[in-house]
C-alpha cells in the first residue's frame, strides 16, 4: 500500500487546512485510515483515525476542531482542521491499519501556524 498525503502548508493561527491522503496498492487490505503527528522535539502522536465501519476517534486536543472523514470507494482519507493553533504545528502522517501487519505510513506533510 502506497499512501500520497498532500493539503499542508503556512496559516495563521485561527485558520483552516484541509489534509488528503490516497491510497493506491493492496487497498482490499486496510481497514482504518487517519493522521498522526509529529513535532519538533516530541513523538509522533494520534490525531484521528476512521474505520472501515465508520467509527472515528480524535486526540482530545484537536476534537471540535477537526474533522476527519473518509471516501472508501476512492480510498481516500480528508482532515479538516479548523480554529488552528501554533501547537498545530507538526509534521502530519497519513497511515492505513490493514487487518492483520503491521501499519502504512505516507511521507508527511508539514503544517506550520504562525503569525
Known amino acids: 500500500v502506497q499512501l500520497q498525503a498532500s493539503g499542508g502548508g503556512l496559516v495563521q493561527p485561527g485558520g483552516s487546512l484541509r489534509l488528503s491522503c490516497g491510497a493506491s496498492?493492496?487497498?482490499?487490505?486496510?481497514?482504518?485510515m487517519g493522521w498522526y503527528r509529529q513535532a519538533p522535539g516530541k513523538q509522533r502522536e494520534l490525531v484521528a483515525t476512521?474505520?472501515?465501519?465508520?467509527?472515528?476517534n480524535y486526540a482530545e486536543s484537536v476534537k471540535d476542531r477537526f474533522t476527519i472523514s473518509r471516501d472508501s470507494p476512492k480510498n481516500t482519507v480528508f482532515l479538516q482542521m479548523n480554529s488552528l493553533k501554533p501547537e498545530d504545528t507538526a509534521v502530519y502522517y497519513c497511515?492505513?491499519?490493514?487487518?492483520?501487519?503491521?501499519?502504512?505510513w505516507g511521507s508527511g506533510t508539514q503544517v506550520t501556524v504562525s503569525s
Open positions: 497511515t492505513a491499519k490493514p487487518y492483520t501487519g503491521e501499519p502504512y
Open positions: 476512521f474505520t472501515r465501519g465508520g467509527r472515528t
Open positions: 496498492g493492496r487497498v482490499f487490505s486496510i481497514n482504518d
